[in-house]
Each structure stands twice: as structure tokens, then as C-alpha cells.
């Protein structure tokens, strides 16, 4: 059964439009080359503010470990990374299993 992978980013205030740009620039590609496509990428609006959210699909645990060795060894994502830590104030990440009904499987 598949799991789901979900990425909670809470962004200083202010500056998440200014996050997106960068990470659309340049870690959006480095990141779907090696996990796979997004399943999802969402940014909250009533609730708790300032936040980002992205959803990733992968096969199994290890189909999960392998894909993320290979985001950790990606020179183009590795240049990116420290990019990022003026804007991020908070991380939370859940491995999320579909019910056996769900149409995301």
C-alpha cells in the first residue's frame, strides 16, 4: 500500500510569497527529479497562517528511503537547502496512509 508523505512548513511572516518564488525557482525541479511528481502544495489561508504544505506519494518505505538518499545527494538540492533557512521557522513532517477506500492509492 502506498504512503503519503506530508510537509507542514511554517514561513516567518511576510516572506512566504518571496519562499514560493525561490523554491518554485529552484527547488521545485530538483525536488520532483528526485522524488517523483508532487502529489500536492498548498499554502493555508484560514487557520494557521504563513504555512506551506506538500504532499509526496511513494510505493512503500523503502521506496520512500531511497528517493530521499537520492534528494539528500543532489548537488542542485544541496545548493538550495541553505537557501532556505531564513525563511523557515518551523518544520513538521507525517507519513500518511490512505483508507482502503481513498481514491489515492
Same mark, same amino acid.
Given at each position: 500500500?502506498?504512503?503519503?508523505?506530508?510537509?507542514? *512548513?511554517?514561513?516567518?511572516? !511576510?516572506?512566504?510569497?518571496?519562499?514560493?518564488?525561490?523554491?518554485?525557482?529552484?527547488? *521545485? !525541479?530538483?525536488?520532483?527529479?528526485?522524488? !517523483?511528481?508532487? =502529489?500536492?502544495?498548498?499554502?493555508?489561508?484560514? !487557520?494557521?497562517?504563513?504555512?506551506?504544505?506538500?504532499?509526496?506519494? *511513494?510505493?512503500?518505505? $523503502?521506496? $520512500?528511503? =531511497?528517493?530521499?538518499?537520492?534528494?539528500?545527494?543532489?548537488?542542485?538540492?544541496?545548493?538550495?537547502?541553505?537557501?532556505?533557512?531564513?525563511?523557515?521557522?518551523?518544520?513538521?513532517?507525517?507519513?500518511?496512509?490512505?483508507?482502503?477506500?481513498?481514491?489515492?492509492?
Amino acid at each position: 500500500m502506498a504512503i503519503f508523505e506530508m510537509r507542514t *512548513y511554517t514561513i516567518r511572516v !511576510g516572506l512566504v510569497q518571496d519562499y514560493l518564488a525561490l523554491y518554485h525557482a529552484e527547488g *521545485y !525541479g530538483p525536488h520532483c527529479r528526485c522524488l !517523483g511528481p508532487c =502529489i500536492a502544495w498548498f499554502q493555508s489561508d484560514i !487557520g494557521e497562517l504563513n504555512q506551506v504544505m506538500m504532499i509526496w506519494r *511513494y510505493d512503500d518505505y $523503502r521506496d $520512500r528511503e =531511497i528517493r530521499r538518499d537520492r534528494l539528500a545527494a543532489d548537488p542542485e538540492w544541496l545548493a538550495f537547502i541553505p537557501k532556505t533557512r531564513a525563511f523557515i521557522e518551523k518544520m513538521e513532517n507525517r507519513i500518511i496512509k490512505p483508507t482502503f477506500f481513498s481514491p489515492l492509492q
